[in-house]
């Protein structure tokens, strides 16, 4: 069979730009398929951050006439690992200082229905007889509601390639008033309960599970858990009568950045048959965050959006419990303004024990994986997750909630799992403060036994998270949705 073409559509990819696990999958994903012989290509909005990392690049295509939408370009430029990139050049939608989706205030850009409407539009152009490219996809794989578009341009398109919706998080669904249908030119057929009409506004994540050929989440467990009410925001009616047509892949990890053998962000480098340098990083870390150097104190690390999915209100309500354990906390990220300013709170009650740096930091992201005895994550919803898997390549065992990828990727320690050299973590069912705490109770004890321990850590170090698998998964995902017949377009 000819080589297969995807044309890999989303908002955000490393190290372009990044607000969220979804730029880390979009950075990795494409170039492990592009290992096992799959040519795929990345469609990304120009952003101002894009377009200065971008490099050289060719016009390939400019639209004058897309209905509805103001005029942009298509570049084509590489990435710095020669990942082919399509970049939509709009600088009246794109190029403006701020977040992808958000103002420096914190706000939506109240154009994002056009702004990702126009990105959904392109998607589905360059996968149909309209592209004035070259290169033509066999298939569009289509990422979270930025790209929810797409599979219903494409489902009203001449010589539409079939399409795949991956669900990263089904909490984010890109909803706008009813209006926005006509001012995006979709077909006024669309907004329906059967379409893209979500309680009487358009979805764009609801039109893209809707009419997409195939709906794959980032995890076994999330797929089960977003077909039920309590996970399903609103679509598990939906997402139940897809059930054979969705699938979960668990994520990998950037096996090459999230290496502690080669880590330059780290004080120490260190690997499985000798871990001594992660004694190195541990003090560093504590230094940094300016917490008590302490070999001896167990030191848990956090590295969060501070938000209610993640969990971190019941982690700060239970701090001042953790600190008379004692353990330290070292905690990195920033999000709710409420939660932010209890984590500081926090410090400053507890200057020795716990520490918070709130923003965004890349190299203390590593360090925290590395220096940290224990991660944290109480996510009460989480479709993969990544920082777990980064936790355990370091050697750092997560405490987790048993939801979603947490429960995938980590097995809870007994006797019996780290017998069987399968025991990775904790994790604990029922969310609650108290659950929480005992988990983290449960960790500490074992810590003081270092034999254990030591088996623990080097179990979690000898877990292979690298994208590979999870490639010929997706692979095995396009074959399939290529195999079905074409679908009937009533007209
Ligand atoms: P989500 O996408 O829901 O935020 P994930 O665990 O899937 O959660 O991915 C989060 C990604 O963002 C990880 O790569 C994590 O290391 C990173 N990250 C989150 N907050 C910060 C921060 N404050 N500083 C550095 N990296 C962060």
Known sequence: ?????????????????????????????????????????????????????????????????????????????????????????????????????????????????????????????????????????????????QTGLTPAYLKFATGAVPSIMTVHNLAFQGIFPAKTVADLHLPASCFDIGGAEFYGSLSFLKAGLFYTNHITTVSPTYAKEIQQEELGFGMQGLLTTRSDDLTGILNGIDTDEWNPSTDKLLGKTYHIRDMSGKVANKALLQYRMRLKVDPAVPLLGVISRFTHQK??????????????????????????????????????????????????????????????????MPSRFEPCGLNQMYSQRYGTPPIVHATGGLADSVVNYTNATLKARMASGFSFSGMTAQNLFDTIQRAVSLYHDKPKWQALCKNCMAKDFSWSTSAEAYREVYLKVLEQPKPVIPV
Request: hydrophobic letters at 45%.
């Open 1 to 145: 069979m000819a080589e297969l073409k995807v044309l890999f559509a989303t908002s955000e990819v490393v190290p372009l730009i990044k607000t969220g696990g979804l730029a880390d999958v979009s950075g990795a994903l494409p170039a492990a398929l592009r290992a096992i012989g799959v040519d795929v290509r990345v469609l990304i909005p120009g952003y101002l951050q894009v377009m200065a990392k971008l490099g050289e690049f060719n016009v390939v295509a400019t639209f004058n006439n897309l209905p509805g939408f103001p005029s942009a370009r298509i570049l084509s430029g590489k990435m710095a690992n020669d990942l082919p990139l399509l970049v939509v050049d709009c600088p009246n939608l794109y190029q403006r200082e701020g977040g992808p989706y958000q103002n420096e205030q914190g706000q939506d850009w109240p154009d994002n229905a056009l702004r990702f409407g126009l990105l959904s539009k392109i998607g589905a152009v360059l996968g149909s007889d309209e592209s004035p490219l070259d290169w033509h996809p066999d298939l569009v794989h289509c990422n979270d509601w």
């Open 311 to 376: 969990g971190l209100d019941l982690l700060l309500e239970i701090a001042p419990q953790l600190a008379a354990l004692p353990v330290q906390l070292a905690m990195l990220g920033s999000g709710d303004v409420a939660l932010q300013q209890s984590a500081a709170d926090l410090s400053h009650k507890y200057p020795n024990q716990i520490a918070a740096h709130i923003g965004y930091s890349e190299p203390l992201s590593h360090l925290i994986e590395a220096g940290a005895d224990m991660f944290v």
